[in-house]
């Protein structure tokens, strides 16, 4: 008889939770429209280019693709004007943040240190490895306590998660304070990176003000997520990468898993990249939608937090409920996210739909409001 058990730390997971399906949500309620508006996917779809190169390599699927991807690679550190030996890509952001985990940490004796809300990913996976995870809470408004953030930190810190813009939030420090935290992290804890998530931080209006990537500039204690997943389109086949100090970047391809990253996977990607026209519909589209379900929300009553991402933190007013609304949306076919994860139950996110999706859900929204009794 197999008398084997999980390790502690598995016994104990609380996994991550995705956003609801469209298939899952079809079935239970046998409804014909489903709008995803929950997981910050991109509402024009998958780029056109990406499609077609997709397509056109589909029949190469049978072969391994070649080790460290290498075209890839190239194409990122052009388009960041950064060195090949600093790039990484992995099974989308995900495995980035586990695998730096996984590299940097020891299990028991080091630690973590990230907000309290934040991308649940990042205590997940180092629960996962048993590494200790110190939280500092976010500022009432979701802004960030740097000064709070510096007190979690000791010598055991190997890695700090800064999400810009946050989710679920959408605030943004600007780019002058982040580095500036670097620092005063650099002389308590110099072995301590500080990792930074800007899976959104294209949608900001002024990139160059947020983003120390885009600033070119980035200090030797940092190392910078992006991904495909969002404006670009490709969030189902995967796609994430990491800027990083050149000696993590080394470790972290003898570290990863050979074949983490598929063969079409990259070669959306690198349509992905060359599809200007559909970035700029998408960026126009993410901003005009923002602003005209902030303007909407505000005047329903709700409070709505600025986001510079492709989603919305919102609460509604007294006296309805989030997990109400949340359910009631539900059943008329349009899926947003209740953040009971995020130990938030009064608020909402929503994200940045195209205009039916935007369309359908403000009209929703009014009439889950209008019913409520004041
Ligand atoms: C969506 C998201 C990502 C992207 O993860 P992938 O694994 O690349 O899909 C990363 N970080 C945050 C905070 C996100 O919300």
Known sequence: MYTGSLRPQIGALDPYTPGLSIDEIRQKFGLAQIYKMASNENPLGVPPLAQ???????????????????????????????SEKKLVIGNGSDEVIDLLIRMLCDPVSDSIVCFQPCFNLYPIQAQISGVTIKRC??????????????????????????????????????????????????QKAPKALLL????????????????????????????IMRTFSKSYGLAGLRLGYAILPEALAEGFWRARLPFSVNLLAEEAGLAALEDQAF??????????GRTLLTERLTDMGCTVWPSAANFLLFTLPHPAKAADC?????????????LKSYSLPDHLRVSIGNTQENGAFLKEMASFLGRIEK
């Open 137 to 186: 809470p976010l500022k009432e408004d979701f802004s960030f306590d740097f000064a709070g953030m510096l007190k979690a930190i000791d010598d055991t810190t190997r890695i700090v998660f800064l999400t810009t813009p946050d989710n679920p939030s959408g605030y943004c420090p600007v780019a002058k304070n982040v580095r500036a935290f670097a620092k005063q992290l650099e």
């Open 52 to 82: 077609e190169a997709i397509a056109r390599h589909a029949q190469e699927a049978f072969r391994y693709p070649r080790g460290g991807n290498p075209r890839l690679v190239h194409a990122l550190a052009e388009l960041h004007k950064v």
């Open 326 to 338: 949340f359910t009631t949306l539900l059943s008329h076919g349009i899926i947003i996210r209740l």
């Open 279 to 288: 970035r700029e519909k998408t960026m126009e589209t993410v901003r005009q």
């Open 196 to 223: 930074i998530d800007e899976a959104y931080m294209d949608f900001c209006q002024d990139e160059k003000a947020f983003s120390l990537l885009a600033q070119g500039d980035i200090p030797s204690n940092v190392g």
